[in-house]
C-alpha cells in the first residue's frame, strides 16, 4: 500500500510537470538595481484563479510555473513602487523576461489587482493567505496551519516555525488563552480564518524591542474574515456512538465574538472518546504568558514539583478516558491606553490505564516485571486577570495573576515479578496517590523611555505554592528497613505525608543608555528570593489498622530554607553590518540557609558569571547565532531534606543539607535560512552543555528497591543535541521536508557505592511530502525511525504513515489517516508492531449551516502501544492498552 501511495504521488507530479512550463527572469529597478521581495503572480484568463506565484531573492530573481497554452496576467508589486501588469499567452517553450518597475508606489490608473500573494513578507511578518492553502476539507486552524510552507504542528499541538515553538497566539490582536497554542489550533474554525500571520523577533513591549535580542521569540495572530467581526460565530457539535454495548459521546459547542471594543471565546468539551482538551501535562506547563525575570542573570533556581508521579496519559492513548472541560477567554478595551484581558478553564476527567512493563537495573541486570491496573481522577482549575496601561509611546505598565488548582487521586493495584540473582518472586501490590496543590503567580512590569538615550525597565514576580501530597503503598514484603517499623505483618502498609510551601520573589531594575541608534549599555540590579517549607512523616498502618508512627528523625522532615541571590549585570550591545555582539557579565552574592534537626547551615559566597550573545545576519532571511553562558543551578528544599521521602513502592530518597550548587557551561549554534523564491527553509541548532559539581544520585540497591542520597560529582556530565530540518513547496501543490536530531548524554552516579558512567544516544529521522490540490485527492505520506540506545541496550521504532483527505461532490469531505508501528530491542527479545486508522466522511453544502459527520477512530481494534524510557540506573519499556474502535455519528451547527 505504502508503494503505491509513493507511486501515485510520483505520477502526479511528473504529469504536473509534463503540462507546464517556467517563466522566469529577474525584477529591478529603474536603476538596474534587483529587487528582493517583490512579489509577483499569474492570474488565468480562463479561469480567474491564480496559477502561480512567487516572491523574488536577493539577486530580484524569480520563477513561476504556468500552463502551456494559457492566456495569463502577470501582476508585478513592490513596496515603494509603482504594480505593473503584464499580458502574456505561454507556449510550449519555456519563458525568460526581466521586469523593470518605476518608483512611485501608486497603482496604475484603471487596474485592480484582484488576487493576493499566498505569502508575503513585512519586515519581521510573514503573512498566510489563508484560503490560497485550504483544499475544502479543513475543520480547525490546525488543519490549515499543517499547510503552510515554514510551519508544523507537532503531536502535542505546538506550533513551530523555523524550528521555533510559537510562544504566544492572537486573534485579531488579542491574547488567545495565553501561554498556549493548543487550545487555539484545536478550536479556532477554519472558514473563519482570513489571514495567518507569524511575528518574528516578537516583543510585547515596543520600548526594548531595539535594545533586547527577541531572536527566538515568535508569535502568531489570526486575521478574521469581515463576516466574522462584530458577529458571534462558532459551532454546536452533538454525537452519539453507533453500534457500541457502551453509550459513548460528544458535546462540543465553541463560541467566539471580536470587535475592536472586547472580545469573548468559549469553549465547552463533554466525551467518553478520548478527545482532551488538555491534558494533565497541558495543565502543569502552561505558564499562563509569564516568563523568568531573571532570565539573563546567571542564575538557576526552579521550584520544583512534588506532584508524586501521577499517571499521566500520552495524548488519548488510555484504556479508558471520560471528560469534561470549559474554558473562556476575554479582553477588554477600557480606553485607548487602558486594556484587560483573562481566561478561566475547568476540567475533570476520569483516566482507566492498563500498562505492562519491564524494568531492568543497570550493571546488576536485575528486572521488575509488572502488570499495572489505575484508575485516576483529575479536577483542575485556572484562572488569569490581565491589566495593561500604555498612556503614551513612553510609558508601559503590566500586571498579571495567575491561579492554578487542582485535585488529584489515583489508585493502583499491579502484580511484580521481581528476577533477583536469576530468582524470581511475585507480589501483589496496591498504591494510592492524592494531592490537591494550589499556586499564585503575580507579575508587575513597567516600561519608561525617558527619551531616545534612556530606557528604564522594572519587572517583579511573585510565585506561592502550597502542595500535599498523599502516598500509600500495601505490599506483601517489607520494602525498606526504617527505624520504628513493625515487621511480621500480613501486608505493609506504608504511607506518607508532605507538606511544602515555597513563596519566591524575583525582582529586576534594567536601565539602557543609548550610545548610539545602534549600541546601547544594559545596567541590571536584581534580586531572587526564596523560603520554602518541607514537612513531612512516615506512618505504619497495621493489621490491625492501628498507626503506628515512625517517629524516628531519619522518618520525618521540618525543614526551613532561604535562599537569596543579588545581581548587578552590565550588558554592551552592537550592531556592526550584518553583526550584532551582546556580551555581558553579572556579579552574584548567595546565602543560603536551611534548618532542620534543631540547627542552621548557611553558605554565601560571590561569583562572576558572563555571557555572550552573537548574531552573524547573512541575508535578510539567512542568519547564524550563537550563545554562550555560564550558569549557577541551584536546588531547592527537596534535595536537602535529610528525613526519607517514601516516593514510591520500590524508592526511598533522603537528601543533604550541605549540598553545593552545579555550574553549568552552555554553548549553542542555530542557523536559519528562509528562501521566499522557492519557498525553502532550512534551519540547524547544536546546543553543547558542561555541568560541573552537578547534584547526582548515590544509589544503593536491594535488588530492585532502590535508597538514593544526592551528592556533588568530581566529575563532569555532559550533553550534546544536534537537529536540522529541510522544507521546501514546489510546483504550487506540494510540500516536502526531512528532519533529523541526535541527543547525547553521559552522566556520572554511584551504584552500590561504585562509581558509574551511563550514556544515552536518542536519533531521531524523518520524512515528509504532502500535495495540496483544490479538486484531487490529497496524500500527506510520513515516515519517522527512532533510534533509543541506553548504556548498551538499543529500542527502535518505525513509523510510516500516511493521510488522504479529499473534498469532492462540492459538499463531500473525506479524510483517513493511517499510521504502523514496528518496536523491537537490538536482542530480539521484545518486538510488537500495531497500527492505527482512522477515518471521517463528512457532509455538508456550500454555506450550509448543518454538517453531518461519520467517524471511526482505532479502526483496526488495535489493543495496545510501547514506549520505552531511561533514568542514569536502569532501562524500562511499557506497553499501554488504548481504548477500541469507536464508531461516532455527530452533527454541527455552524453560527
Request: hydrophobic share 30%.
Amino acid at each position: 500500500m505504502k508503494k503505491t501511495l509513493w507511486v501515485v504521488l510520483l505520477l502526479c507530479s511528473l504529469s504536473a510537470m509534463a503540462q507546464s512550463i517556467r517563466m522566469e527572469g529577474i525584477i529591478k529597478d529603474g536603476g538596474g538595481q534587483p529587487l528582493e521581495m517583490a512579489n509577483i503572480m499569474a492570474v488565468n484568463h480562463n479561469t480567474n484563479a491564480m496559477d502561480s506565484y512567487a516572491i523574488t531573492n536577493e539577486k530580484g530573481k524569480y520563477s513561476l510555473s504556468l500552463n502551456k497554452n494559457t492566456s495569463y496576467s502577470i501582476n508585478v508589486s513592490y513596496l515603494g513602487m509603482k504594480s505593473k501588469i503584464i499580458e502574456i499567452v505561454t507556449a510550449d517553450e519555456n519563458i525568460i523576461r526581466n521586469i523593470e518597475l518605476e518608483p512611485g508606489g501608486i497603482e496604475l490608473e484603471g487596474v485592480e489587482i484582484v488576487r493576493e500573494m499566498p505569502v508575503s513578507i513585512k519586515g519581521d511578518t510573514i503573512v498566510y493567505n489563508a484560503d490560497s492553502f485550504k483544499s475544502g476539507t479543513e475543520r480547525k486552524l490546525e488543519d490549515v496551519l499543517k499547510k503552510l510552507p515554514g510551519v508544523e504542528v507537532n503531536e502535542d499541538g505546538e506550533v513551530e516555525v523555523e524550528g521555533k515553538k510559537v510562544s504566544k497566539l492572537m486573534v485579531e490582536g488579542k491574547d488567545f488563552f495565553d501561554g498556549d497554542t493548543k487550545l487555539g489550533v484545536k478550536n479556532i474554525p477554519a472558514d473563519a480564518i482570513d489571514k495567518i500571520q507569524v511575528l518574528r523577533n516578537f516583543s510585547e513591549v515596543g520600548a526594548l524591542k531595539g535594545v533586547e535580542n527577541n531572536q527566538d521569540n515568535i508569535a502568531m495572530n489570526i486575521k478574521l474574515k469581515s463576516g466574522k467581526k462584530n458577529f458571534w460565530f462558532g459551532d454546536l457539535t452533538a454525537g452519539i456512538g453507533v453500534g457500541h454495548e457502551e453509550d459513548r459521546y460528544l458535546i462540543n459547542p465553541k463560541l467566539f465574538y471580536y470587535n475592536p471594543k472586547y472580545s469573548v471565546n468559549v469553549i465547552t468539551n463533554f466525551n467518553n472518546i478520548g478527545e482532551l482538551p488538555l491534558t494533565t501535562q497541558d495543565y502543569f506547563k502552561m505558564t499562563g504568558g509569564f516568563r523568568g525575570v531573571s532570565r539573563k542573570g546567571g542564575s538557576s533556581f526552579d521550584v520544583s514539583s512534588n506532584d508524586l508521579g501521577i499517571s499521566t496519559i500520552r495524548n488519548n492513548r488510555a484504556k479508558e478516558i471520560d471528560t469534561k472541560f470549559g474554558a473562556t477567554n476575554f479582553s477588554y478595551s477600557v480606553n485607548k491606553a487602558w486594556n484587560l484581558s483573562g481566561f478561566g478553564i475547568v476540567s475533570s476527567s476520569g483516566t482507566e490505564m492498563e500498562t505492562k512493563s519491564q524494568m531492568t537495573i543497570l550493571r546488576s541486570g536485575d528486572q521488575q516485571k509488572s502488570e499495572q491496573t489505575s484508575v485516576q481522577k483529575s479536577n483542575f482549575g485556572m484562572v488569569k486577570l490581565s491589566s495593561s496601561y500604555k498612556p503614551n509611546t513612553k510609558l508601559q505598565f503590566d500586571y498579571d495573576v495567575l491561579g492554578k488548582f487542582s485535585k488529584q487521586d489515583e489508585v493502583a493495584s499491579l502484580f511484580r515479578e521481581s528476577i533477583v540473582n536469576s530468582v524470581s518472586t511475585d507480589e501483589d501490590i496496591y498504591t494510592g496517590k492524592k494531592q490537591d496543590p494550589t499556586s499564585f503567580n503575580q507579575n508587575l512590569n513597567l516600561y519608561y523611555t525617558l527619551n531616545d538615550k534612556n530606557i528604564f525597565a522594572f519587572e517583579a514576580q511573585h510565585l506561592y505554592q502550597d502542595e500535599n501530597p498523599f502516598y500509600n503503598a500495601n505490599l506483601q514484603t517489607q520494602p525498606f528497613d526504617l527505624i520504628g517499623y513493625a515487621s511480621g505483618q500480613n501486608r505493609n502498609d506504608l504511607n506518607q505525608d508532605r507538606f511544602v510551601k515555597t513563596n519566591k520573589i524575583d525582582a529586576k531594575i534594567d536601565y539602557y543608555y543609548m550610545l548610539t541608534p545602534k549600541s546601547n549599555v544594559n545596567l541590571t540590579l536584581g534580586e531572587t528570593y526564596s523560603y520554602q517549607n518541607f514537612n513531612s512523616r512516615i506512618f505504619q498502618i497495621l493489621d490491625n489498622q492501628t498507626i503506628n508512627d515512625l517517629d524516628a528523625s531519619q522518618n520525618n522532615n521540618r525543614v526551613n530554607y532561604a535562599f537569596n541571590d543579588v545581581y548587578l549585570g552590565l550588558h554592551y550591545k552592537i550592531l556592526t553590518g550584518k553583526f550584532t555582539f551582546n556580551p555581558g557579565v553579572s556579579l552574584h552574592y548567595y546565602d543560603m540557609n536551611n534548618q532542620q534537626s534543631g540547627t542552621a547551615f548557611q553558605q554565601n559566597f560571590y561569583r562572576v558569571l558572563p555571557d555572550v550573545f552573537a548574531l552573524y545576519q547573512i541575508k535578510k532571511s539567512e542568519s547564524l547565532t550563537y550563545n554562550y553562558s555560564l550558569t549557577n543551578n541551584f536546588t531547592d528544599i527537596n534535595k536537602l531534606v535529610e528525613g526519607y521521602v517514601f516516593s514510591n513502592y520500590n524508592s526511598l530518597t533522603r537528601g543533604d543539607r550541605t549540598l553545593e550548587n552545579a555550574t553549568s557551561q552552555v554553548h549553542s549554534l542555530r542557523y536559519f535560512k528562509y528562501n521566499m523564491y522557492n519557498l525553502e527553509n532550512i534551519f540547524a541548532n547544536a546546543s553543547y552543555t558542561k555541568k560541573v559539581d552537578a547534584v547526582k544520585n548515590r544509589s544503593v540497591f536491594s535488588g530492585v528497591n532502590q535508597e538514593s542520597m544526592p551528592y556533588n560529582s568530581d566529575l563532569a556530565d555532559e550533553t550534546f543535541s544536534a537537529s536540522g530540518n529541510y522544507g521546501r513547496s514546489f510546483l504550487k501543490n506540494y510540500k516536502a521536508s526531512a528532519g533529523a536530531s541526535v541527543n547525547w548524554s553521559k552522566f556520572n552516579n554511584f551504584q552500590n557505592n561504585t562509581p558509574t558512567t551511563t550514556e544515552s544516544i536518542t536519533q531521531r529521522y524523518s520524512v515528509k511530502a504532502s500535495t495540496n490540490y483544490k479538486n484531487l485527492p490529497n496524500l500527506e505520506l510520513g515516515y519517522n525511525y527512532t533510534v533509543n540506545e541506553y548504556n548498551g541496550t538499543t529500542f527502535y521504532t518505525d513509523r510510516p504513515s500516511v493521510k488522504l483527505d479529499y473534498y469532492f461532490l462540492k459538499a463531500f469531505s473525506f479524510v483517513s489517516e493511517y499510521e504502523f508501528y514496528n518496536y523491537r530491542n537490538d536482542s530480539g527479545t521484545i518486538k510488537n508492531e500495531y497500527d492505527f486508522l482512522s477515518a471521517s466522511l463528512i457532509y455538508q453544502k456550500k454555506n450550509a449551516k448543518m454538517e453531518y459527520k461519520l467517524s471511526a477512530t482505532n479502526i483496526l481494534n488495535t489493543t495496545s502501544l510501547n514506549d520505552d524510557s531511561f533514568t542514569e540506573f536502569a532501562t524500562r519499556t511499557s506497553q499501554y492498552t488504548v481504548q477500541p474502535r469507536y464508531i461516532i455519528f455527530s452533527m454541527k451547527y455552524n453560527l
